[in-house]
């Protein structure tokens, strides 16, 4: 099964106290995508600008991650800066250019159309939405979002969030988005607005996933180095997501084990600035990752009982 992810290819300029990077290669959709290919096909569907990189577009076709719905415009790529906190849950962004996505209107490829697993990425939710109606027939739709649509096109996103599956939001964006201080309340009151399953990720304290069957909370695998949290949500999402999309079926407990799957993606994305750790990670690592995470979180104790 593969999956169409929608949402932004960025030039990210990041600075956190292990340093910084500048114009490197991110966006909601990018990170997506080079988690989610691990297991299943993606198709990213963007605009970039005439100053992309070749050499960027080729990374992701080395990915084998379909670039038919990449567009190329005239005009600069949508530019991001941030700097993270000493606490890395805590980010200021700096400036945020969207140039040629101003104008963006999505009209996906008629293979693109009969997808089956839709991630809308963090992009305006009227554009989330257009992409949504031109795939008539969807096994899985799941988006993101963040406190600047929360906050200013409220009215949209409340449209969009009874037609997802899944949404994903972090702790904050939960808070806004439902009113209520306590994340367990928030995430029920997010619930109520229609998404069958909501993700509140909590950074390094990991994500509570909520649905009518109740709540399922994984931690962030425990690392001795955090160097770039950037793009670790959306590479959650791609774990999650892609996982779903090649088991063909979702259901709780395939929720449950994606959102392993999740966490494990999102622990390799914050070791190194920017994708560094993403692209050139193995399925071998990733295998080996969620073993331990298992291991990690396995209560039973069945290895360590003696006989
Ligand atoms: P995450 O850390 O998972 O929230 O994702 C970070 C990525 O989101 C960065 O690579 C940014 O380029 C991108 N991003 C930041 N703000 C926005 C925005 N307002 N719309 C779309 N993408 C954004």
């Known amino acids: 099964m593969s999956i169409v992810v929608v949402g932004s290819v960025a030039y990210d300029t990041i600075e956190t106290t292990r340093g910084g990077v500048a114009d490197t290669l991110g966006g909601s959709a990018t990170y ?41 415009r005239s005009g600069s790529t949508f530019r991001w800066r941030g700097r993270y906190h000493e ?51 969807p096994k899985l739709v799941a988006a993101d979002t963040m406190n600047h649509w929360i906050a200013d096109t409220r009215a949209d996103l409340l449209r969009l ?17 439902s009113g209520e201080h306590n994340l367990v309340k928030a995430g029920r009151a997010v619930l109520k607005l229609g ?43 791609g774990g999650l997501i892609g996982y779903l999309a090649r088991s063909g079926k979702v259901d709780e407990s395939r929720l449950r084990t994606g959102a392993v799957y999740g966490s494990v993606l999102a622990s390799f994305v914050v070791e190194k600035f920017g994708l560094g750790r993403l692209v050139d990670l193995t399925w071998e690592e990733i295998d080996l990752r969620y073993r331990a995470f298992i291991d990690l979180i396995d209560s039973h104790h069945s ?5």
């Open 32 to 72: 997506f995508a080079v988690a989610s290919r691990f297991f299943t096909p993606v198709s990213i569907v963007a605009v970039v600008g005439s100053d992309f990189r070749p050499e960027d577009r080729q990374l992701l076709h080395e990915r084998n991650i379909d670039l038919r719905g990449l567009e190329q």
């Open 87 to 137: 606490d890395m849950n805590i980010r200021d962004t700096l400036d945020l250019k969207l140039n040629v996505f101003e104008s963006f209107a999505p009209d996906l490829l008629p293979d693109l159309q009969r997808s089956d697993y839709l991630f809308l990425g963090n992009i305006a939710p009227d554009l989330q939405e257009r992409v949504l109606e031109q795939v008539p027939s």
């Open 161 to 177: 969030l009874p037609r997802l599956d899944i949404l994903t939001l972090n702790d904050e964006e939960a808070r806004l988005l």
């Open 195 to 237: 998404p069958k399953t909501v993700l509140v990720k909590r950074g390094e304290y990991g994500a509570i996933q909520f649905s009518q069957a109740g709540m399922f909370a994984v931690p962030a695998y425990p690392l001795e180095e955090v160097v770039d949290p950037t793009g670790a949500g959306d590479a959650f999402a």
């Open 303 to 307: 290895r360590w009982i003696s006989q």
